[in-house]
């Protein structure tokens, strides 16, 4: 990788860069994880650029899958799926965020929202194809 001499990464990127990795690690705590979360989105969200970085797509990805695995009450399920639209929208070609908007509208009982999701992820990751297919077939079912 070869940069130019004038590049510079913003420094609110390097910040919420190292945020997630906190975030990610696995002794985190689920209120720390939501918390670090928190700050790096609403910090990102500010800025007209960096609210559409990689970094701020991964975030709302991490969030969403965050919130659907601790849910606690419906509002925590429509918020999971506010941020799994919004890492798809930011990072359209990311596989793995569609796969967690289809859990999370599997989640809610959105058999069509979940199906649309698996076969967005089917689009943009064909490695997964077989499996989606096989998703796509269980998903019918319900």
Known sequence: LSL?????????????????MQANEAST???????????????????????????????HAM???????NQ??????DRALEDAQLACQILPHEGKHWRILADVHEAAG???????AIQQWAQVDPAFRTKAQKELARLSQL
Request: glycine share 2%.
């Open 63 to 69: 969030r969403a899958s965050l919130r659907l695995d």
């Open 29 to 59: 705590s689920v209120s720390k994880k939501e918390k670090i979360l928190k700050s790096v989105i609403t910090s990102l969200d500010k800025d007209d650029v960096l609210k559409e970085s990689n970094v701020n797509g991964h975030a």
């Open 72 to 77: 606690e009450q419906k509002s925590d399920l």
């Open 110 to 116: 959105d058999a069509k929202g979940a199906m649309d």
């Open 4 to 20: 130019p001499d004038n590049f510079e990464v913003p420094s609110k990127l390097l910040a919420a860069t190292d945020l997630l």
